[in-house]
């Protein structure tokens, strides 16, 4: 069942055209990844599905709903989480304080209970912290929940970040590039945790470099050329594509994919 359609969506900055007539469907319960070299238009196709950009362009609806130029917090609202290719965390915070930042949009009531000092504020808040140490376990990090975020591990923080945004109980989640950066052992956590967040029913839409990774985890692929979409399909099919093979991922690259 789709969860998310894209129709014809286009954005251009200055007169270059970085995403034009881009159209698919986001299947509920599958990872999607989004692949192809540099400046193929595939964080900016994020952008505009997250709200950062508006496209000049197009359509995109989310569970039903037409949410074409929405801003992020009426798509975070709507259920749709994000991380960022650079790190958006708090690092004056610890990870713990980090997670709970990300439950904000389902506590309604917590700023009318703060302000009349009700009961309720602190059994919300007790609920919250029990919520954010669940995540932090559920992404490995529960031995880092009072270290400052400024002190964890690069590779620790991309997990904290993808926790954070779980705190808000996405249906959609778009990773953009979450192994960039990271060694074999930290990229293998996180193929372990994008096929866990499949399996438990949290839609997820990649965005990556690492064609391991992309290859092991997609149950389908986009494949952008200069801001359009030249492929889409199972990983088998985009391996054995010529076009894709020549354009992005090169010989030893599919090889790679392979192993």
Known sequence: MTLLQVDNVGKSFGGVRAVEGVSFAIQRGAVHSIIGPNGAGKTTLLNLLSGLNAPDAGRV?????????????????????????????????????NVMVGRHLRERDALWAAMLRLPSLARSEAATRE???????HVGLADFADASADAMPYGALKRLEIARALAAEPKLLLLDEPAAGLNATEAQAIDVLIKRL???????????????LVMGVSDHLLVLDQGRVLAEGTPQQIQANPAVIEAYLGAADAEAAHA
Do not use: S, W, Y
């Not at 992020?72 to 690092?91: D, I, K, M, S, Y």
């Open 198 to 212: 499949a399996a438990e029913g949290t839609t997820v839409i990649l965005v990556e470099h690492n064609m391991k």
């Open 61 to 97: 609806t989310l569970d039903g709903v037409d949410v074409t130029g929405a801003p992020p917090h009426r798509l975070a609202a709507a259920g749709l989480g994000r991380t960022f290719q650079n790190l958006q965390v708090f690092f004056n915070m610890t990870a713990l304080e």
């Open 131 to 137: 919520r954010a140490l669940q995540l932090l376990a």
